[in-house]
């Protein structure tokens, strides 16, 4: 059965760089035909799609996160990162990892099950 996992600092001071891990189980990360997405929910207001990582390596972006948005992968641990630079108190949200298929890369199947990330200093 698919599992994703999150992993990372629960708090992160204003300017620097959040980092979210996802480690999946239960199928690769490079199986065609799938994508690997990262989405948060700030307190109070809806989910908001941030990136994803396709099954080949291509990224794609949210254009309001573009600039601050970072995703890789490490195939070798199924595990796949996001990096979000400059964060401000605005950035914190519970973050999810999840799974999508092609060809859209929002057709979320599969979910993690969120971590809560707080910008504070």
């Known amino acids: 059965q698919m599992q994703l996992q999150e992993s990372g600092p629960g708090l992160v001071k204003p300017s620097q760089t959040l980092s979210r891990t996802c480690t999946v189980a239960?199928?690769?990360?490079?199986?065609?035909?799938?994508?690997w997405d990262w989405i948060r929910q700030p307190p109070g207001k809806g989910l908001e799609w941030m990136g994803a990582?396709?099954?080949?390596?291509?990224?794609y972006y949210s254009p309001s996160l573009n600039s601050r948005t970072s995703i890789s992968r490490d195939t070798s641990k199924n595990q796949f990162t996001l990096q979000l630079s400059s964060v401000t108190p605005e950035d914190t949200a519970v973050y999810y990892c999840?799974?999508?298929?092609?060809?859209?890369?929002?057709?979320?199947?599969?979910w993690g099950q969120g971590t809560q990330v707080t910008v504070s200093s």
């Open positions: 239960g199928g690769s990360i490079t199986t065609n035909f799938y994508y």
């Open positions: 999840a799974r999508a298929s092609f060809p859209d890369y929002t057709a979320f199947g599969h």
């Open positions: 990582i396709a099954y080949r390596g291509s990224t």
